[in-house]
């Protein structure tokens, strides 16, 4: 089993900064990628970055420019550096972790939220 816990959610204005860190633990050697989803009210969990053991990162385009993933893999621990944030980015972010075998794990999730 992997468990993962986050941190570094809060509130902040818009075009201000937030790090997210989420920190793996137990059987981490399964891990292969890590990235953070994210739900607003009323809508569907939606992923807005991902990278692999090796460092490759992908993110979806409406955070593309603004949010920047990183991963430490002695650390087993990933971070998601967002700036310029927007109102809309409000939401639950959750981080997650797929396994090897292609098994997903979920942290609990950290609020942001961003005023206008």
């Known amino acids: 089993q992997v468990q993962l816990v986050e941190s570094g959610g809060g509130l902040v204005q818009a075009g201000g900064s937030l790090r997210l860190s989420c920190a793996a633990s137990?059987?981490?050697?399964?891990?292969?990628?890590m990235g953070w989803y994210r739900q607003a009210p009323g809508k569907q969990r939606e992923l807005v970055a991902a990278?692999?053991?090796?460092?490759?990162?992908n993110y979806a385009d409406s955070v593309k420019g603004r949010f920047t993933i990183s991963r430490d893999n002695a650390k087993d621990t990933v971070y998601l550096q967002m700036n310029s944030l927007k109102p809309e980015d409000t939401a639950v972010y959750y981080c997650?972790?797929?396994?090897?075998?292609?098994?997903?794990?979920w942290g609990q999730g950290t609020q942001v939220t961003v005023s206008s």
């Open positions: 137990g059987s981490t050697f399964r891990i292969d990628s």
């Open positions: 990278i692999n053991r090796g460092g490759s990162p």
């Open positions: 997650n972790a797929v396994s090897r075998y292609s098994t997903d794990y």
